[in-house]
């Protein structure tokens, strides 16, 4: 069992900087690939990035360049850091945590999410 919360949402101005920071419970965190979800108004949640078990990480093509993953295992945290950010950017972000690295749903276990807003 794993539990995970956000936290670190907020209102920034476009082009301001976020970081997001999911804490996770549990003994076996550094054997889940973690991800970062978000979920726009009126949109479907929809992959931002993913951090496999060994630090290999993968991002959707929106925000590459911009939001950087991390993992931090003796703290059970995992990190997004969103810079450059966009109105667009608007979103519930989640993280989850999967077996198996994936930038798909199939994701084991969900926090329950972060507000982002970005004002133009």
């Known amino acids: 069992q794993l539990q995970l919360v956000e936290s670190g949402g907020g209102l920034v101005q476009a082009g301001g900087s976020l970081r997001l920071s999911c804490a996770a419970s549990?003994?076996?965190?550094?054997?889940?690939?973690m991800g970062w979800f978000r979920q726009r108004p009126g949109k479907e949640r929809e992959f931002v990035a993913a951090?496999?078990?060994?630090?290999?990480?993968y991002y959707a093509d929106s925000v590459k360049g911009r939001f950087t993953i991390s993992r931090d295992n003796a703290r059970n945290t995992v990190l997004l850091q969103m810079n450059s950010l966009k109105p667009e950017d608007t979103a519930a972000y989640y993280c989850?945590?999967?077996?198996?690295?994936?930038?798909?749903?199939?994701?084991?276990?969900w926090g329950q999410g972060t507000q982002v807003t970005v004002s133009s």
């Open positions: 951090i496999s078990r060994i630090g290999k990480t």
């Open positions: 549990g003994r076996t965190f550094s054997s889940y690939s």
């Open positions: 989850g945590a999967s077996g198996t690295v994936t930038i798909t749903m199939n994701y084991d276990y």
